[in-house]
């Protein structure tokens, strides 16, 4: 895998802007692997009322915003545009905790599983404690990327 040093910023990876960016760096990536760190902080999007950490259903998010970023970075790699996907779903999201803590920085890991033509994919996911390595999410994430997003989103039924 490359190092940190060699990526473009998250937001020129992830089609999403703030506030709603959630992660806050790529620190390695592969053919198939992408590990993007995201830190807990006081003012961290979804932070609990009390300041204990930012709900754990966050991390289908976390997970689906590195998938983006796996897919931004190869796109980027072929010369292509960043194009927006779509997350279709999850299968057995499973949190040891009920929150991420502030002051955590977490491992959010995606493992490409299947990428077909016809832009449907899935990946293994799972978010881990930066400084303990301690899993403390995990799931399967199915997501979908059309070719052309305009032609896509004029098909749709209204």
């Not at 609990?48 to 931004?72: L, N, P, R």
């Not at 960043?82 to 299968?91: K, N, T």
Request: aromatic fraction near 8%.
């Amino acid at each position: 895998m490359q190092t940190e040093k060699q990526f473009p910023q998250i937001a020129a990876l992830v089609p999403h802007a703030a506030p709603m960016l959630l992660l806050d760096r790529v620190i390695s990536v592969d053919a198939d692997k992408l590990c993007a760190q995201v830190a807990i902080v006081d003012d961290s999007l979804f932070l609990t009322g009390t300041g204990t950490g930012v709900g754990a259903w966050v991390g289908i998010e976390y997970m689906a915003q590195a998938i983006a970023a796996w897919a931004g970075y190869h796109a980027q790699q072929r010369g292509e545009a960043v194009r927006i996907g779509f997350l279709l779903g999850s299968r057995r999201y499973d949190a040891s905790v009920p929150y991420f803590a502030t002051g955590s920085t977490l491992h959010v890991e995606v493992e490409k599983l299947l990428q077909a033509d016809n832009g449907l994919g899935s990946f293994a996911c799972s978010i881990r404690d930066a400084d303990s390595q301690q899993q403390l999410a995990q799931a399967t994430i199915s997501v979908f990327q059309p070719h052309d997003t305009r032609e896509f989103l004029q098909e749709s039924p209204q």
